[in-house]
């Protein structure tokens, strides 16, 4: 009966997720709107470095801070009792 269920939440959400993207409407993206002053595109380089090589070097800049002041002491795994 449990995977009865989850089907039918499955079906319901993905229904639902299809409505929803087929009737809104288009972003109208080349009608400009009052104000609009958009700046000059982006290069392939600069668009490689702002969405691959910016979150991959913060990752890295994130997990290198947490590896070196990480003060535990017990890194091996515990042997089981059994």
Same mark, same amino acid.
């Given at each position: 009966?449990?995977?009865?269920? !989850?089907? +039918?939440?499955?079906?319901?959400?993905?229904?639902?997720?299809? /409505? /929803?993207?087929?009737?809104?409407?288009? &972003? #109208?993206?080349?009608? +400009?709107? %009052?104000? %609009? %002053?958009?700046?000059?595109?982006?290069?392939? @380089? *600069?668009? #490689?470095? #702002? =969405?691959?090589? &910016?979150? $991959? &070097? $913060?990752?890295? !800049? $994130? =997990?290198?801070? @947490?590896?070196?002041? *990480?003060?535990?002491?017990?890194?091996?795994?515990?042997?089981?009792?059994?």
């Amino acid at each position: 009966m449990d995977k009865k269920n !989850a089907l +039918r939440a499955g079906t319901l959400a993905a229904g639902t997720t299809l /409505m /929803m993207l087929l009737l809104s409407s288009p &972003a #109208l993206a080349l009608t +400009r709107d %009052d104000g %609009d %002053d958009p700046g000059p595109g982006l290069s392939v @380089v *600069d668009t #490689l470095g #702002l =969405f691959v090589v &910016a979150p $991959i &070097a $913060i990752f890295l !800049a $994130i =997990f290198g801070l @947490v590896w070196v002041l *990480d003060k535990s002491k017990d890194r091996e795994p515990k042997a089981s009792k059994a």
